[in-house]
Antibody, heavy 119, light 110 residues
Framework: QVQLQESGPGLVKPSETLSLICTVS????????WSWIRQSPGKGLESVGY???????NYNPSLRSRVTISIDASKHQFSLRLNSVTAADTAIYYC?????????????WGQGTLVTVSS | QSVLTQPPSASGTPGQRVTISCSGG????????VNWYQQLPGAAPKLLIY???QRPSGVPDRFSGSKSGTSASLAISGLQSEDEADYFC???????????FGGGTELTVL
């Protein structure tokens, strides 16, 4: 059973860089789209982006200039870096496994980690 | 403002059938399959329906999905108290070149 676990600081100062890691256990990283999805307090879901197991990436156009997602298969991890953060980046950040099969679906998800942007 | 439009809330009594709609356009639902996610209070989202109408193993057949044109629907029959959750539709958007989600529907079991 594949499981994902996010880790990283829960508090980031404005203008600094948000960095999170997702550790994958119980399965291979090959052939999947490893994704970051965020949820602002009391609001809906927003794709941040994903990295394919080969290293190719797809980013939300609204975040593309600030985001980097990378993968380290040897560590069974993938990571998110979001720079120049503002209060608008405060959210629960979920990592998820994306799979293409007649469309892209996300399953499973990590439990999520709350990141607050505040001085 | 979400790319896909869902009603913010829905409700029903135990045993009732409820439906949740998801409206999009030709660049998203009109050309791509729709998935639905269930988010129980305080938990991460969980895949509920994929490729419009397919249920992952373990999802009760009380949950069903459908798609027509640029809209999709999630139906829950035999409503139970444990179905109280937020439900999100999702697909890909050709103009945005990536995944998009609905704003979510909060389902209350009265």
């Amino acid at each position: 059973q594949v499981q994902l676990q996010e880790s990283g600081p829960g508090l980031v100062k404005p203008s600094e860089t948000l960095s999170l890691i997702c550790t994958v256990s119980g399965g291979s990283l090959t052939g999947f789209h490893w994704s970051w999805i965020r949820q602002s307090p009391g609001k809906g879901l927003e794709s941040v982006g994903y990295v394919y197991s080969s290293g190719s990436t797809n980013y939300n156009p609204s975040l593309r200039s600030r985001v980097t997602i990378s993968i380290d298969a040897s560590k069974h991890q993938f990571s998110l870096r979001l720079n120049s953060v503002t209060a608008a980046d405060t959210a629960i950040y979920y990592c998820a496994r994306g799979q293409y099969y007649f469309g892209l679906r996300f399953d499973p998800w990590g439990q999520g980690t709350l990141v607050t942007v505040s001085s | 403002q979400s790319v896909l439009t869902q009603p913010p809330s829905a409700s029903g009594t135990p045993g009732q059938r409820v439906t949740i709609s998801c409206s999009g356009g030709s660049s998203n639902i009109g050309r791509n399959p729709v998935n639905w996610y269930q988010q129980l209070p305080g938990a991460a989202p969980k895949l509920l329906i994929y490729t419009n109408d397919q249920r992952p193993s373990g999802v009760p057949d009380r949950f069903s999905g459908s798609k027509s044109g640029t809209s999709a629907s999630l139906a829950i029959s035999g409503l139970q108290s444990e179905d109280e959750a937020d439900y999100f539709c999702a697909t890909e958007d050709a103009n945005l070149h990536g995944p998009v989600f609905g704003g979510g529907t909060e389902l209350t079991v009265l």
